[in-house]
């Protein structure tokens, strides 16, 4: 599906067990929401597999008749129930609630509505909570789209990454070329305030022109906000696979320099500004506040399989596979596989990490020191903002943005 989710750390192959009733430290419930508390629910059908996907996805042949889409979301609020036992009211409301995938809109659309009860009736929403679904273009149709609508979503995000046939091909895609900015178009029609389009760029095969094209089709479909994510070719792929057979050529990090500097100028000639590195909106109410939840440090409960939370400086992760999931569920204990409780340290390095890629930066007193020092030679090397620096932030230039990774492995201590 796309890639909508934030690069959330990497997170360890196993960790210290998760307790059966999916209890917390006391320490974790103190301080659930003090940077925001959200919702994440993780869909794991797909109707076909994508040849560049890794995630947790699974289509109804590989299921073999295990789980299926008619009774995953009593599983989810089953997993709901465990969560209001182990937080007993000590969260605040959701301010946003996220349904990625997968592609959730394979689920009727009051299936996705009920567990949106759910999760209100769990922890309450709050009263500008931001509802968000990720969608495959030919997955909704206006009347899916207003029963989402009816139900109280407020922002859909629809998976484009290409509006050349030849690059959906290489990826996958079952789309036809027009269709994700047609659905685009259709939700504005609908009433959505808030809609998304995800490209790829780097395909292998892709074009100046291709790139050029998808992004003209992306602003014409008048979306508030569009993610560009560098296609990075995952082991266990068949991408991968055609790859090492030499079938395709693996992406060249200099054409994806490029195709991220046209990227920025044609969308920001359009008034999308970035506000992540790979995300630009029409302005601030335009931004995903889910995702900036995970780049700003907040709390999220995530329900399905293999779905990641945080909650007070403790991190765990589900089991993978639907049919897991749901007998941990039926057994009445927590679906979690592994949790690692964060030190300090651990949540400063990610904080960098992560701040440092949104458009507001971090303050420079807040790194730890030689950080200081090198956000200063950062800033002589044109990879921090002369501006922002003198008012005491690290925020990246566009050519830092092209090199993101390394100036915040170079800003962390040595």
């Known amino acids: 599906m796309s890639r909508t989710l934030a690069p959330v750390p990497g997170l360890p192959p196993d960790g ?19 940077r925001g508390f959200g919702v994440y629910v993780h869909v794991p059908f797909c109707a076909s597999r994508c040849g560049y996907c890794d ?25 709901l129930r465990l969560a209001a036992r182990v937080l007993d009211g000590t969260a605040p409301k959701a301010r946003t609630v ?21 999760v209100d009736a769990t922890f309450g929403l709050a009263e500008d909570a931001e509802i968000s679904t ?11 789209l207003a029963r989402l609508l009816d139900a109280g979503f407020t922002r859909v995000s629809l998976g484009m990454q290409s509006a050349a046939r030849h690059v959906l091909a290489v990826l996958d895609r079952k789309h036809s070329p027009g269709r994700a900015a047609q ?10 305030g808030h809609v998304n389009l995800d490209l790829i760029y780097g395909t292998p095969g ?12 992306a602003v014409a479909a008048g979306v508030d906000h569009v993610s560009a994510y560098s296609l990075i070719v995952e082991d266990g792929t068949r991408l991968a696979a055609r790859i090492r057979r030499g079938e395709l050529a693996m992406p060249d990090d200099d054409v ?36 900036l939840l995970y780049w700003q440090g907040g709390d999220w409960w995530g329900f399905g399989p293999g779905a990641h939370s945080h909650v007070g400086g403790v991190r765990w992760w589900n089991v993978r596979h639907p049919s897991a999931y749901a007998a941990r569920l039926a057994e009445g204990v927590s679906p979690g596989e592994g949790r690692e409780l964060l030190a ?30 090198k956000a200063a030679r950062a800033v002589a090397d044109g990879l921090l903002d002369e501006e922002a620096f003198a008012e005491g932030i690290a925020r990246l230039t566009l050519r830092g943005r092209l090199l993101a990774d390394a100036v915040v492995r170079d800003l962390l201590p040595d």
């Not at 995630?55 to 997993?79: H, I, P």
């Not at 995938?101 to 567990?115: K, S, W």
């Not at 892709?206 to 089709?217: F, K």
């Open 16 to 34: 210290e067990p998760v307790p059966r009733d999916g209890s917390l430290p006391a320490a974790a419930l103190a301080s659930v929401g003090e």
């Open 55 to 79: 995630f947790n996805t699974y289509t109804a042949a590989e299921l073999a008749g295990g789980v299926t889409r008619e009774s995953y979301a009593d599983l989810v609020l089953d997993e």
């Open 98 to 118: 996220f349904f990625g995938g997968g592609t959730p809109t394979l689920l009727p659309a009051d299936d996705l509505a009920r567990i949106l009860d759910g």
């Open 134 to 144: 990720e969608a495959n273009p030919e997955s909704v149709d206006p009347a899916y």
């Open 183 to 192: 659905a685009a178009v259709e939700a504005r029609e609908t009433g959505f």
């Open 206 to 217: 892709e074009r100046d022109e291709d790139w050029a094209a998808s992004l003209d089709a």
């Open 256 to 291: 994806a320099a490029d195709r991220y500097l046209a990227a920025d100028a044609t969308l920001s000639a359009a008034g999308l500004d970035w506000y992540e590195v790979s995300n630009w909106a029409r302005d601030e109410a335009a931004r995903c506040r889910h995702n």
């Open 344 to 373: 300090d340290e651990d949540r400063y390095l990610e904080d960098v990490l992560l701040r440092l890629r949104i458009v507001d930066g971090i303050r420079v007193t807040s790194l730890a020191p030689p950080g200081p020092e």
